[in-house]
């Protein structure tokens, strides 16, 4: 057996087939078949069982798949450890967020496979919320607020934001002057979300109701454009609205702390080499281009 094997089967079982395991890898599903047949041959032992809706662990493949997990992980650091430095080979899959992600951070995507000519990078783009470890991404660009959960997260840059409705809205419906208010008001929100503001060292938190939701930054904005509603969101989505005067900023006393733009990954004591250097990669972009903090969400 070899290592392709190994991380061959790995994907399969994480990704419970291997239609999609193919997908992941960038092969076609008859090399996976083909490497899979080997690794069983070779262990003389079932590793998984074929259905019509993919590929179940059986129980010895269970077992096999957290040693299998292991040593394609000590692999990958022993390869990171003997590496020319800046020499990064393999793959690095990076789940991006849609909104800002292609305008945005495409751009050090591209730097960084442009630096290592060896690196495969796949990106995919989405503002859903992606589950790094059961899909079989490297690591995640986040913006926001984070949630609690066992991954780890590096902050990259800073995120700034502010609320905005249209004119029309402003007219028909009055502006609120402070957090309380807001309770009088259609939010436009991506969905369940609670609204933090400063009011001098102390942080209010209200939560938000109004009947238009989206997972996408740019279908708020036309919400609130359209007068649906008050949206909090970045500045680099807004500027140019405000600028036309086709969105005014709401509220303007009790500004949102910043949030931030994170690199997030599985657990783990340390980053893999790919990931620490997109990580220092996406760091000297915001420390250069400050700007870009306030238009990447």
Not at 150 to 175: E, F
Not at 184 to 201: I, N, P, S, V, Y
Not at 268 to 287: M, N, Q, W, Y
């Amino acid at each position: 057996m070899d290592i392709e094997e190994l991380r061959t089967f790995v994907e399969v079982a994480d990704a419970g087939g291997v239609s999609p395991a193919a997908r992941r890898l960038g092969v076609s599903k008859s090399i996976v078949s083909r490497r899979l047949a080997r690794l069983e041959e070779a262990l003389g032992a079932q590793l998984l069982a074929r259905t019509t809706r993919g590929a179940a662990l059986t129980e010895a493949g269970a077992i096999f798949r957290e040693h299998a997990a292991r040593a394609c992980s000590e692999i990958d650091a022993a390869r990171d450890t003997i590496l020319p430095a800046g020499d990064l080979r393999g793959r690095l899959r990076v789940a991006a967020p849609l909104s800002f992600g292609p305008t945005h951070f495409a751009s050090v995507f591209a730097e960084m496979a442009r630096r290592h000519p060896q690196l495969h990078v796949h990106t995919a783009y989405s503002d859903r919320f992606v589950d790094i470890v059961a899909e079989g991404f490297d690591c995640a660009i986040r913006v926001g607020y984070l949630q609690d959960s066992n991954l780890i997260a590096r902050r990259v840059g800073p995120l700034y934001g502010k609320l905005v409705a249209s004119p029309d809205y402003l007219r028909t419906h009055g502006a609120p002057e402070t957090p309380d208010e807001l309770a009088d008001h259609e939010a436009l929100m991506q969905g369940t979300e609670a609204w933090q503001f400063l009011d001098g060292d102390r942080v209010i938190t209200v939560h938000p109701r109004g009947r238009f939701k989206a997972d996408n930054g740019t279908a708020l904005i036309a919400a609130a454009v359209a007068g649906l509603g008050i949206g909090w969101l970045p500045d680099g989505l807004t500027d140019e609205y405000v600028a036309s005067g086709a969105l005014v900023p709401v509220m303007t006393r009790y500004p949102p702390p910043p949030a931030g733009i994170y690199v997030i990954r599985p657990p783990g004591p340390h980053p893999s080499l790919k990931v620490r250097v997109l990580t220092e990669l996406l760091i000297a972009c915001f420390d250069e281009a400050p700007h870009l903090a306030d238009v990447a969400g």
